[in-house]
């Protein structure tokens, strides 16, 4: 069953997702509607790619808990003349081929990459709506730190497509040319030793 959670208006009104922010003054809020407007067809590829990787998933998990279980009930009717030895083996390549795609192509990992980039864009919007106090207590303030989270989602987005390579093992991060940085420790990103230059003392 495809998404039918409307990109275009985050959910709300027809008019848009800023239509009725009365808490912000009204050169952001038109600013942040032409914005939104043309973050769209990223979210658009994100809803796109994680129904994908999330009907993936649900496809595999279903047909390899269903094999799974199906298989101690058909073993013991297993015999040469009927054509069960067959079956119980062209089910058992199946969910093999199954589960191995299904880990070759990271279909979970995947599926909860795409939803929660997607999501932090909506979440970030109701912020703006809703208590704009969050993001700064002027219109100026609130622009910036509303622009800045939307480009740390996108960058984050960005690298997790640069390691979303097919593969049959956990590859190691390549990571982005300059990290997030508050992502650097939880990334496994060390921080430069100190010197004369960052304030550390020189060896």
Do not use: C
């Not at 008019?15 to 914005?35: C, K, Q, T, V």
């Not at 984050?156 to 990571?175: F, H, K, T, V, Y």
């Amino acid at each position: 069953m495809r998404p039918k959670f409307s990109v275009p208006t985050a959910g709300g009104g027809a008019d848009g997702p800023f239509a009725e922010a009365d808490l912000i003054g009204p050169e952001l809020r038109d600013w942040a509607a032409a914005h939104y407007r043309r973050t769209v067809p990223v979210l658009r590829v994100w809803q796109r790619r994680a129904w994908l990787y999330g009907a993936a998933h649900f496809y595999a998990v279903g047909w390899t808990v269903l094999i799974s279980l199906s298989l101690p009930f058909l073993i013991p009717y297993v015999t040469d003349g009927n054509g069960s030895r067959l079956l119980v083996q062209a089910l058992s390549v199946f969910g093999a081929v199954v589960f191995g795609l299904h880990r070759t192509f990271k279909a979970e990992e995947n599926y909860g990459k795409y939803r929660l980039h997607e999501s932090s864009v909506y979440t970030l919007v109701r912020k703006l709506v809703d208590d704009p106090e969050q993001l700064g207590g002027s219109d100026a303030e609130r622009r910036r730190r509303y622009l800045a989270e939307i480009e740390r989602i996108r960058e984050r987005a960005r690298n997790d497509e640069i390691n979303n390579l097919p593969s049959p093992s956990s590859p190691p991060r390549i990571g982005p040319v300059t990290p997030i940085p508050e992502q650097r420790e939880s990334d496994g990103y060390r921080s430069a030793a100190p010197g004369p230059l960052s304030g550390g003392a020189s060896p």
